[in-house]
């Protein structure tokens, strides 16, 4: 079992898509982009030892940006099955 400290911060979104104009859904600041479908459900779980840090989330035309705070990784799940992403074991910058 890891212990978390005070200094420590994680934080879990649900997106779940039911508007058909979300298409892609980018991971900043890895430059990442996953397709998306109306009706999929993606779950972001950030995690980082920097203490009070959030995701940020930006909606353009057609997708949804997430971008991570400095020294997190983020964990993607998209319709419960995880996906392997450079965000999942590369700190962010």
């Not at 879990?12 to 990442?32: S, V």
């Amino acid at each position: 079992m890891i212990e978390k400290n005070a200094s420590m911060s994680e934080q879990n979104i649900l997106i779940d898509n039911i508007p058909e104009n979300i298409a892609t859904l980018a991971i900043e600041p890895w430059a990442e982009e996953i397709a998306i479908k109306q009706g999929d459900k993606v779950y972001v779980v950030g995690f980082s030892p920097i203490a009070n840090a959030r995701l940020q989330l930006e909606f353009t035309k057609n997708s949804l940006i997430i971008y991570a705070w400095q020294g997190s990784t983020l964990t993607i799940r998209l319709n419960e099955k995880t996906l392997e992403t450079a965000s999942k074991v590369i700190e962010a910058i």
